[in-house]
């Protein structure tokens, strides 16, 4: 795990964008965590941890299940709002897995302040 910046200085606008979708999620559906996930297009694929007896997924890696159900080739970004310092590694490893491991993975807490951005890889 590479870590490139703690502070979330030098968010732009469409990282920030994810950031909100994911918080978005967390508060709107009461769970642990929100992801937004940044395919080649451009398009959004926005989820919430899943908690079910038969299922569990983080946030994040639903997002990216909905990015590949949904035709995605590749991934430009992903963000997490989660309570976690950082990304799980099987979080970063479904990131690496549709958009390689350079891709930056976001780690925001519930107030939406980036703690933490760190690569797929």
Same mark, same amino acid.
């Given at each position: 795990m590479?870590?490139?910046?703690v502070d979330g200085a030098g968010i732009g606008p469409e990282d920030r964008k994810i950031i909100t979708l994911a918080r978005s999620a967390r508060a709107r559906n009461g769970v642990a965590e929100g992801a937004a996930v940044r395919?080649?297009?451009?398009?959004?694929?926005v989820a919430g941890s899943v908690e079910l007896d038969s299922l569990k997924l983080s946030a994040l890696r639903t997002a990216v299940a909905m990015a590949v159900?949904?035709? %995605? #080739?590749?991934l430009e970004a992903a963000a997490v709002v989660t309570e976690a310092a950082s990304a799980s590694d099987e979080d970063r490893a479904?990131?690496?897995?549709l958009g390689g491991p350079a891709t930056p993975v976001l780690v925001a807490g519930a107030d939406g302040?980036?703690? %933490? #951005?760190?690569t797929a890889g």
């Open positions: 590479t870590q490139s910046s395919d080649e297009t451009g398009r959004t694929y159900a949904s035709g %995605a #080739t590749s479904a990131v690496r897995d302040v980036v703690r %933490a #951005t760190v």
